[in-house]
């Protein structure tokens, strides 16, 4: 069982790969249907340290330019929650 495992986690070792773009087109948008007149919820920003807030930018600098994510125009907004590793 052992032995399987890992000649299959071998195989599909690409799957754990970084990502490094987006993932290609879809042939179905999915999309969210609203209530008719519902207003988009935006939530304000967090105060953050600004050690955390270099950093930040300097993620979606990095993620920006790797083509992992992209700008958006959507009306809707949420904060960015930080979580420290263990290590």
């Not at 988009?40 to 930040?56: A, E, F, R």
């Amino acid at each position: 069982m052992k032995l399987e495992l890992t000649h299959l986690l071998c195989v599909h070792a690409f799957i754990f790969n970084t990502p490094t773009t987006l993932p290609p087109p879809c042939f179905h948008h999915h999309h969210i249907p609203l209530i008719k007149g519902a207003m988009p919820i935006k939530v304000k920003t967090y105060c953050y340290p600004h050690s955390q807030k270099t950093k930040i930018e300097k993620l979606l600098v990095d993620m920006l330019q790797e083509g992992i994510i992209q700008p958006s125009k959507s009306p809707f907004s949420s904060p960015i929650t930080l979580v420290k590793k263990k290590d």
